[in-house]
């Protein structure tokens, strides 16, 4: 993948996260450091991460970006908002 691609697929993930959110009013579910996060936790790591992944992007870390970027890609599956086909054609560039 190129940047651009990295890029638009972190365009796709970041609507797919925020699509249907679960605010949660009390706040987190479980302890910082529980070993199963809420989702509202985990959903709400994958938008920091989107963040993150487009610094590394700009510093030239493609590798590093890829690797975030699958990672986003597996909450956003775990979580059931995408589907693994979904994500195979984001993969492709094809939205």
């Known amino acids: 993948m190129t940047p651009d691609d990295v ?14 959110r679960l605010d949660h009013p009390e706040g987190r ?12 936790d985990t959903i709400e790591h994958a938008i920091w ?7 590394f992007l700009d510093e030239g870390k493609i590798e590093k970006a890829m690797r975030w970027l699958g ?3 597996c909450i956003l599956w775990s979580t059931g908002r995408c589907t693994i086909e979904q994500l195979k054609t984001m993969n492709r560039g094809v939205e």
């Open 71 to 73: 990672f986003i890609q």
């Open 7 to 20: 890029r638009r697929a972190l365009n796709f993930c970041d609507v797919y996260l925020k699509k249907g």
């Open 29 to 40: 579910r479980y302890e910082r450091h529980s070993i199963k996060p809420a989702p509202i």
């Open 49 to 55: 991460m989107i963040k993150e992944t487009y610094t």
